[in-house]
């Protein structure tokens, strides 16, 4: 070997250990994933969910209110991969479907999974989802069979409802770009929630924008020195859309989606 | 030389026959695609020898006053502004689908949907099929219809007139032969092994860890995306890169390292689509073999070295055209098996 050859063979070496670093170095944001991304509606369990997914986007075109983001380098292996930030930007079905799902060129979305997938217990739903927009036409269900996330409250100490309080203005401030279809004003073209302001005497947006019939309530307890509380209560049905974290006029959010949370039996909290 | 001594030494010369010479060809050329280093032909046909007997015989000055008459005409970009336009327009369609929604391309160039017919990157697929263990109908369907497409076509021409890093590598190489001429750098080889221990390696990567290694730095989907969906931190890699090509090695991602070039060089094998050596009127200057990505694929332009009077390109060629505009007497040309015939 010459002396030129030995050092192409450096170099080619050289060039295969940097690519290869790279590209393995993309584990190391899953290894050390501080928080779940939720994903969009019938993603696959999330090491499936980024084996199958081949990053090209067309679930983000196809939703009409832009829940639908793209993942960064910061991401690793997730570079491309599609989640929902839902206090930025909910999934409200105002496509009146699973749209995203209907788009998935690899199956990464699905209605149904394979069979040789299994469901994690807690994330399948006893029946598909009832839509309130839908809830007068012929079939009024979503196509869907699990729960993407769960609601959970996270911080019911700063829920208005819980300390009595009604609420008026915009939920989220004049600036939110967040939108949402709203049927009473076009059933068909989401609308800017900052343009849909309220005058409340017992907040209860989480309960009145959640997209899913009975997914959440707002209960009446007693406790045992007599005081009566309300306070917001997280239902079966509840798929993880997100509609409540986004419309949750206290900062930080007082209701919060857990990623691929599972539904942990009724008084969960 | 006289006509009579041509003939002399044209007789003398002991020809093989021209399905030898293919045979011999084709796999040099596949050889080639996979990293091996270009050899001199062994069998070569009697009218390429006679040929390269007639060049032999010329005088030096008569050769050299050729050369500069031939390049006395100021060459074109006929192809490479044909080629850029195409390349430029397949990738505005996925940004104005989207960003318009006009809905005609929709997705990214890992899988797309044209006025809504799937089409998936054979690559992409590769991996999320190797990865995922799970192939559904659509992710079939969107790949053979892109495979279908890419073996007629040529499988590298994906390359020069699709893939958007192509391009930003093409200027970075302009940045870098500037230098270059400088001497501020050099281009520095490497083996062109290394795309096949890549292509493995990352075939490997998907099927063992269930991720899809590979697309997480795949700069044509890193910047394909950029371009549809905005930029991000991603294209960070994608600078380093090109960095790397500017001042260290020579447009290294697309000749060294990309598995998605060989993926697509192995589907066009038996393109009909390819440019065309012709042996009769070329000088043997290597003008051609300065512009080109992949020079290695035209080794036989080398006076002496062409086996045969006409010498189709092999499949690592990316059919960019670069050589066609360069080429000032004609020798290389953009051909389709049988269509010639056929006129």
């Known amino acids: 070997?010459?002396?030129?050859?030995?050092?192409?063979?450096?170099?080619?070496?050289?060039?295969?250990?940097?690519?290869?670093?790279?590209?393995?170095?993309?584990?190391?944001?899953?290894?050390?994933?501080?928080?779940?991304?939720?994903?969009?509606?019938?993603?696959?369990?999330?090491?499936?969910?980024?084996?199958?997914?081949?990053?090209?986007?067309?679930?983000?075109?196809?939703?009409?209110?832009?829940?639908?983001?793209?993942?960064?380098?910061?991401?690793?292996?997730?570079?491309?991969?599609?989640?929902?930030?839902?206090?930025?930007?909910?999934?409200?079905?105002?496509?009146?479907?699973?749209?995203?799902?209907?788009?998935?060129?690899?199956?990464?979305?699905?209605?149904?999974?394979?069979?040789?997938?299994?469901?994690?217990?807690?994330?399948?739903?006893?029946?598909?989802?009832?839509?309130?927009?839908?809830?007068?036409d012929t079939e009024p269900t979503l196509n869907l069979k699990e729960r993407f996330g769960v609601a959970r409250l996270t911080r019911p100490e700063s829920c208005l409802a819980v300390q009595g309080k009604g609420f008026k203005g915009a939920a989220r401030g004049a600036d939110f770009d967040g939108r949402m279809r709203f049927m009473e004003v076009d059933r068909w073209k989401p609308i800017k929630l900052a343009a849909h302001p309220y005058d409340l005497k017992e907040c209860d947006l989480c309960v009145r924008e959640c997209p899913v019939q009975d997914a959440i309530s707002i209960d009446t307890f007693t406790a045992a020195d007599g005081s009566v509380r309300r306070q917001p209560v997280v239902h079966e049905p509840c798929v993880g859309c997100g509609v409540c974290e986004m419309v949750c006029p206290v900062e930080p959010s007082c209701i919060t989606i857990e990623a691929r949370g599972t539904w942990l039996g009724k008084g969960q909290t | 030389m006289s006509g009579a001594e041509i003939n002399?030494?044209?007789?003398?010369?002991?020809?093989?026959p021209a399905n030898t010479v293919h045979r011999q060809r084709f796999v040099e050329q596949v050889g080639l695609l996979l990293g091996r280093e270009p050899t001199k032909p062994a069998a070569v046909t009697e009218h390429a020898i006679r040929l390269h007997e007639i060049k032999r015989a010329r005088p030096k000055a008569e050769v050299r006053a050729a050369i500069?008459?031939?390049?006395?005409?100021?060459?074109?970009?006929?192809?490479?502004?044909?080629?850029?336009?195409?390349?430029?327009?397949?990738?505005?369609?996925?940004?104005?689908?989207?960003?318009?929604?006009?809905?005609?391309?929709?997705?990214?160039?890992?899988?797309?949907?044209?006025?809504?017919?799937?089409?998936?990157?054979?690559?992409?697929?590769?991996?999320?099929?190797?990865?995922?263990?799970?192939?559904?109908?659509?992710?079939?369907?969107?790949?053979?219809?892109?495979?279908?497409?890419?073996?007629?076509?040529?499988?590298?021409?994906?390359?020069?007139?699709?893939?958007?890093?192509?391009?930003?590598?093409?200027?970075?190489?302009?940045?870098?032969?500037?230098?270059?001429?400088?001497?501020l750098v050099s281009d520095q080889h490497m083996n062109r092994g290394l795309r096949v221990v890549f292509w493995l390696a990352f075939a490997g990567a998907a099927l063992g860890t269930g991720y899809t290694v590979f697309e997480a730095i795949s700069p044509t989907g890193i910047v394909s995306r950029a371009l549809i969906y905005g930029p991000g931190l991603a294209l960070l890699w994608v600078a380093a890169l090109l960095l790397f090509e500017v001042v260290i090695s020579r447009r290294a991602w697309c000749r060294y390292a990309c598995p998605i070039g060989l993926t697509y060089g192995v589907v066009g094998i038996f393109s009909p689509v390819r440019v065309k050596y012709n042996l009769n009127a070329c000088l043997h200057e290597g003008d051609c073999r300065k512009v080109c990505l992949v020079p290695h694929v035209l080794e036989t332009v080398i006076k002496g070295r062409a086996a045969d009077v006409d010498v189709p390109l092999g499949p690592?060629?990316?059919?960019?055209?670069?050589?066609?505009?360069?080429?000032?007497?004609?020798?290389?040309?953009?051909?389709?098996k049988g269509l010639s015939k056929l006129l």
Not at chain 1, 41 to 65: N, W
Not at chain 2, 118 to 124: E, G, K, W
């Open chain 1, 1 to 136: 070997m010459t002396r030129q050859e030995r050092r192409r063979a450096l170099r080619t070496l050289l060039l295969a250990g940097g690519v290869f670093g790279a590209a393995l170095s993309g584990y190391l944001p899953l290894a050390y994933a501080r928080r779940k991304r939720l994903r969009p509606p019938g993603a696959l369990d999330e090491k499936d969910f980024l084996s199958s997914c081949i990053k090209c986007g067309q679930c983000v075109q196809v939703c009409p209110v832009q829940a639908i983001k793209l993942a960064d380098l910061v991401d690793g292996f997730g570079v491309g991969v599609p989640y929902i930030d839902p206090r930025e930007q909910a999934c409200d079905f105002s496509c009146d479907a699973v749209q995203c799902i209907l788009a998935c060129p690899t199956g990464a979305l699905v209605y149904q999974k394979p069979a040789f997938l299994t469901q994690r217990a807690g994330a399948g739903l006893a029946t598909k989802p009832v839509l309130k927009a839908k809830a007068k």
């Open chain 2, 8 to 16: 002399a030494a044209a007789g003398a010369a002991s020809g093989v």
């Open chain 2, 68 to 183: 500069e008459a031939a390049h006395a005409v100021p060459r074109g970009h006929k192809w490479r502004n044909r080629r850029w336009a195409v390349l430029i327009a397949a990738n505005l369609l996925f940004t104005l689908s989207y960003a318009l929604d006009i809905q005609i391309l929709e997705g990214a160039l890992t899988a797309s949907r044209f006025i809504g017919f799937h089409l998936i990157d054979l690559n992409s697929a590769l991996q999320v099929m190797l990865a995922h263990k799970h192939i559904i109908t659509n992710l079939v369907i969107g790949t053979l219809t892109v495979a279908t497409f890419w073996m007629l076509l040529g499988g590298r021409t994906f390359c020069s007139w699709v893939c958007p890093y192509h391009l930003l590598s093409e200027w970075a190489e302009k940045l870098h032969l500037r230098l270059a001429a400088k001497k």
């Open chain 2, 316 to 336: 690592d060629c990316t059919r960019c055209g670069l050589c066609v505009d360069q080429c000032p007497t004609g020798s290389l040309t953009f051909d389709v």
